[in-house]
């Protein structure tokens, strides 16, 4: 046992001088040998433990993410395949399976598409091979619901079992991936003349991608599988359909067959009872409850005072989806590390008082969302809670003069 401490141990300090040489501008080609030296033979769970550990210690997950690139390189094409009796993965509709197959259509749509047409623009940058490239971005952009189930429907259960920190170097990944194609699309609209620079980014965004897929296939999932219960895979797979897929949707309905009984129990248990619940100002069915939080023209969700979330309403267009399993989740870990900051300063000043109100404006589209925090307090002051309302006010910006009489 002293013997696999010490070797823990010893891993988390070659760790620690590798992203130290990378900060310090070593390259990744240049690092690898010490990487593949140090991790040879051990497994990719292995790997993400030792980084668990370095940021339970307080290393900044921007740095965990140095490498990854690292990881990619060492290991690509030589993580062995986890041996079962029946793969999960194969079964058409299992969350899984959906996942691969956005992969296989992602590689595809690389190899087919943006790439030759990357080819085409480098040969000759006109108007026809610019315009090329930015409908192949903006459709790039879908990857983002391959993403946010990721990020909102697997990770959090992930952090059930302990595996926090994966999670959160993989999300921050994602979200360079997102800004990547974002700034490509922004230099093809204002294209003037600058070839390399703009075929150097749409390269960068390629190996970006893929890199993430072989992360994907190679650690995330293997790892998932062998940690997650069949009912939480079942979980994930009713709630995909309100997030989306890309490029491909799930091959079959798929549904678990060894349901957890307990768990079955407490979600029957958890069905609102038909008594009344009352309040200071009347009385109301916990059905006319559901229903009013849900026919608001705001989207509402509450974290209570130790920073988790239990409860937002299911209006019929929400702005930001909301799948549920955020409930019982701790609010830092449904954002992204670059973001978490800003949440933890918004907490921090309702439970100290110095606020009550916290509020955001920002375009979506054809959307203008505000986003406002409300500090929750009881009777005496005291702080209970986090209260999110988000609308989208366009219309209401657009409403002139006056209205007194009803529509046909």
Known sequence: MSELINNREYRQSVLKEIISDL?????????????????????????????QALILEGLPVEEIQRLCD????????????????????????????????????????????????????????NQGTVQLLIEDLERLRGIDRHYARKENLLFPLLEKYGISAPPKVMWGVDDEIRAAIKEGINLLANYAGAKEQVAGKIKEIIGKVREMIFKEENILFPMAINTLTEDEWGEIARESEEIGFFLARPAAQWKPVNINVEQKARAEGERPADGYIRFETGLLLPEEITQIFNTLPVDITFVDKEGTVKYFSQTKDRIFPRPK??????????HPPASVHIVEQIVEDFKSGRKDVEEFWIKMGDRYVYIRYFAVRDGNGVYMGTLEVTQDIKPLQEITGEKRLLDD
Request: with cysteine; aromatic share 6%.
């Open 23 to 51: 900060h310090q501008g070593k390259s990744v080609d240049e690092v690898k040998a010490k990487f593949e030296e140090t991790f040879e033979g051990v497994s990719a769970t292995e790997i993400a433990e030792v980084e």
């Open 70 to 125: 690292v990881h990619a390189a060492v290991f690509k094409g030589s993580i062995s395949e986890i041996h079962r009796p029946e793969k999960i993965e194969d079964i058409p509709g299992h969350p899984v399976h959906t996942f691969k197959l956005e992969n296989e259509e992602l590689e595809r749509f690389l190899a087919e598409k943006l790439e030759p047409h990357l080819e085409a623009f480098r040969r000759e940058d």
């Open 325 to 334: 399993t955020v409930i019982g989740r701790k609010v830092t870990n449904c």
